[in-house]
C-alpha cells in the first residue's frame, strides 16, 4: 500500500489530519515544526525527504503545501501523488504574511497563536479539540514559525510546478480567510496534471471537509504510477 504523508501548515497540530485518516488508511502526518531546525521550506522538505523509506502521496496543507511541493520538486522519485490544500504558488496575495510574522516574533504567546487558529476554520472545532490544537501550537518553537514563514514568503515556486510531473490535486475551502479561490485556480493550472475541487469549509479542509480531501488523494493514488 503507498503511504500517504501529511504534511500540516504553520503551528498547525498533525491532530487536523485525524477526520481524513478516518477515510483514507495509511495517511501519516508529519509534525515537522517540532523536529530541530533549521525550518526553512526547503530545509524542512528535505529532511521528511530522509525519513522517507519508499515513494508516497503527499497531502500539503497551507505552509506544508509549499513544503509538499518543494519536496516533489527536489526529491522526484520519492512522491507519487501530491494533494495540495489551501496553499499557493507563491504568498503575494497573502496580504496579511508579514503582520503574521511580525505579531509572532513581537508577541508569541496564546493570543497570537488563538488568533491564528480561530482564523483557520469556518466553524469552530469542539472545545476540546481546540484546546489539542492550541496546546500543540503553544509547544512550537517561536523561532520555527517565524523562520518557516519567512521563507515561504520568500518563496515564488511558479517556475518550480509546471516541472512536477506527478498526479496532483488541489483542494480549497471556499471560505478560507487567509487564501483566494483565486490562488487555487492558478495553482491547479500551474501543475501539469492536476484536478481542482472546491470544498465548503474554511482553510482546513482535512479537518472541516476530510471527505472532499479523501476523494482527492483517491483520485491520486488511482491515477499514480
Known amino acids: 500500500m503507498t503511504e500517504v504523508v501529511g504534511v500540516p501548515g504553520t503551528v498547525c497540530s498533525p491532530a487536523v489530519f485525524a477526520p481524513l485518516a478516518a477515510l483514507v488508511p495509511g495517511v501519516r502526518p508529519v509534525s ?36 509538499a511541493t518543494t519536496l516533489a520538486a527536489t526529491h522526484p522519485e520519492l512522491v507519487v501523488g501530491l ?24 508577541q508569541w504567546g496564546r493570543e497570537a497563536l488563538s488568533a491564528v487558529l480561530d482564523r483557520s476554520f469556518a466553524t469552530a472545532p469542539p472545545a476540546d479539540v481546540r484546546a489539542e490544537l492550541l496546546a500543540y501550537a503553544e509547544a512550537v518553537p517561536r523561532e520555527a514559525a517565524v523562520e518557516v514563514l519567512r521563507s ?15 498526479p496532483a490535486a488541489v483542494v480549497h475551502g471556499v ?18 496534471d492536476a484536478d481542482l475541487s472546491w470544498a465548503d469549509c474554511g482553510h482546513t479542509p482535512v479537518f472541516e471537509a476530510p471527505e472532499v480531501v479523501a476523494a482527492a488523494v483517491r483520485s491520486v493514488l488511482d491515477r499514480a504510477p
Do not use: K, N, Y
Open 152 to 166: 515561504q514568503r520568500d518563496l515564488d515556486l511558479t517556475e518550480v510546478l509546471p516541472t512536477i510531473t506527478c
Open 83 to 106: 494533494v495540495l490544500v489551501d496553499t499557493g504558488a507563491h504568498m503575494r496575495r497573502h496580504g496579511d504574511v508579514d503582520g503574521i510574522i511580525d505579531r509572532f516574533a513581537a
Open 32 to 67: 515537522w515544526m517540532t523536529a530541530p531546525g533549521p525550518w526553512t521550506v526547503p530545509a524542512v522538505a528535505d529532511r521528511i525527504a530522509d525519513d522517507l523509506t519508499a515513494p508516497v502521496v503527499l497531502v500539503g496543507h497551507s505552509t506544508g503545501g509549499a513544503i
Open 175 to 192: 471560505h478560507d480567510r487567509a487564501r483566494s479561490t483565486a490562488e487555487a485556480e492558478e495553482l491547479a493550472a500551474l501543475l501539469p
